[in-house]
């Protein structure tokens, strides 16, 4: 490679260790003199990572790498800039692919990758992180998004302390990727993925197309804002194959105690559902919602931007701003009401029906702001106590 050039980069991640496996080697065939790195993690737990880096010739290097400060992920991210730079350096190797462990997120290693420094120095005049793949069997997506295993239970886990489930590492790893590689799958598989992730470059397995969708280039600020749940762009109504897509969108805040009790309920209607809410009791805040395989995170996303001055506007993203503005609501200002759900089966009616019986009734919303926050704060157990 032209010591001009910078070295392109391609990270695969994916559950699915065959379908991983077979994308690595096909972007290792047709890369023109590439070179695989892979962190194995199965002996995190007893303090070392094993690294290999192979050409299609075979097996380079091998080494055990001590845990930095006792966490894996932290021992690989600090493993992967040093030694791709010297890659780029040497001027030997075409591509550099990245293969992730099974349960690895994505999203820390390729923001580690495209604004990393070693000793100093941006790593960005050696690399360039060109794409992020995610490897997927489409037969196996409805089963492992509907069920709650932890990632522990498979041997995936990344850590000690990761508790996350499959579903969880499943849909992130999909919904964070430029292309998914796919094995060849039914309809209704399909039909999952790309109602998971529209936008996404979808490619099959054995082609020859893998390379040039994975080289499409990776814009890492509008990956992170794809997936952030303030700024998150939410897939569109849809219903192919028997799976289909439901966007509750509504203005009027939701009741945190009829909320919370319709949470058994709504958590398992669907594979997947995700968005951004707001609760009376707290109008400031607005909540991202992340459920897959029956397991909810509910995190703070920061403010509401109606709940702020107008000079504290200015530290928020030009496009949330700008969103904000375009669709301001008279009374509740850009707090909204957000919800995508996905699933194969889903029953639309239903699930409209059980959300709506969750926002505050016309006599609730008369009370104001000042009766809201005296409302039971149900969500205690989930997010930090209302101050």
């Keep these: 490679m032209p010591a001009h050039l910078r070295l392109p980069v391609v990270l695969v991640a994916g559950l699915h260790r065959a379908e991983r496996r077979r994308a690595v080697q096909e972007l290792l065939d047709t890369g023109g003199n590439a070179v695989v790195l892979h962190h194995d993690l199965r002996d995190a737990d007893r303090g070392t990572v094993r690294r290999e880096l192979r050409d299609a010739a075979g097996v380079l290097d091998t080494g ?102 499959r579903a969880e590492a499943l849909a992130h790893q999909i919904e964070y990727a430029t292309t998914v590689a796919l094995a060849r799958g039914g309809p209704a598989g399909l039909a999952m993925l790309r109602q998971l992730h529209p936008t996404a470059r979808r490619v099959l397995l054995g082609t020859g197309e893998l390379l040039r969708a994975a080289l499409g280039g990776f814009d890492a600020p509008a990956a992170r804002d794809r997936v952030d749940p303030a700024l998150a762009l939410l897939p569109q109504q849809a219903d192919e194959s028997g799976v289909a897509t439901l966007v509750w969108e509504r203005r009027r805040p939701l009741h945190p105690g009829r909320l919370h009790a319709a949470l058994e309920l709504l958590v398992p209607a669907a594979q997947r559902s995700r968005g951004r809410f707001w609760l009376a009791n707290r109008p400031e805040l607005m909540l991202g919602w992340d459920a897959a395989g029956a397991n909810l995170v509910v995190e703070e996303c920061g403010p509401w931007l109606a ?8 530290r928020h993203p030009p496009g949330r701003r700008a969103a904000a503005a375009l669709d301001w609501h008279p009374r509740h200002g850009d707090r909204i009401q957000q919800l995508a759900f996905v699933a194969e089966g889903l029953d639309i009616d239903g699930i409209t029906e059980l959300l709506d019986s969750c926002l505050l009734t016309d006599a609730e919303l008369l009370a104001g702001e000042a009766g809201w926050r005296a409302l039971p704060d149900a969500f205690a157990d989930l997010l930090e106590p209302v101050a």
Excluded at 309 to 314: L, P, Q
């Design 64 to 165: 055990e790498l001590p845990l930095v400060g006792g966490c894996p992920c932290c021992t690989v991210r600090e493993d992967l800039l040093p030694l791709l730079a010297e890659l780029a350096e040497g001027g030997e190797h075409g591509l550099a692919v990245v293969e992730l462990w099974g349960g690895s997120d994505p999203r820390p290693v390729a923001e580690v990758l495209a604004g990393g420094e070693v000793a100093g120095r941006p790593v960005g005049r050696l690399i360039e992180l060109a794409g992020v793949v995610t490897a997927v069997d489409p037969d196996r997506l409805i089963g492992e998004l509907s069920v709650p295993d932890e990632l522990s239970e498979h041997g995936e886990h990344t850590c000690a302390d990761d508790t996350r489930t």
């Design 307 to 314: 709940a702020l001055s107008d000079a504290a506007w200015d």
